[in-house]
């Protein structure tokens, strides 16, 4: 199994993943944000030059497991750990 590392997206965290397994979000190095979200987190069409520079950055898996408990409430404020 080939293993890689990098840094979460989510909380910067060092750890080691799979390539072909990690859950990756994409993000625009220009503004740190993912194309298409603007800096007060609102929604605007992708432009395509966005798109194209942007890459995948791997999340770790408690961020994934977070965000995942997140859609689930449907309330990020919800603390369940
Ligand atoms: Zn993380």
């Given at each position: 199994m080939a293993t890689e590392t990098g840094r979460c997206y989510g909380c910067r965290r060092v750890f080691t993943f799979d390539p072909a397994e990690v859950t990756t979000f994409l993000v625009d190095p220009e503004t740190g944000?993912?194309?298409?979200?603007?800096a007060l987190g609102s929604l605007r069409p992708a432009t395509p030059d966005a798109v194209a520079r942007s890459v995948d950055e791997p999340v770790c898996p408690d961020c994934v497991e977070r965000a995942e408990r997140w859609r689930e409430t449907g309330n990020p404020l919800h603390r369940g750990w």
């Amino acid at each position: 199994m080939a293993t890689e590392t990098g840094r979460c997206y989510g909380c910067r965290r060092v750890f080691t993943f799979d390539p072909a397994e990690v859950t990756t979000f994409l993000v625009d190095p220009e503004t740190g944000r993912p194309p298409g979200i603007t800096a007060l987190g609102s929604l605007r069409p992708a432009t395509p030059d966005a798109v194209a520079r942007s890459v995948d950055e791997p999340v770790c898996p408690d961020c994934v497991e977070r965000a995942e408990r997140w859609r689930e409430t449907g309330n990020p404020l919800h603390r369940g750990w």
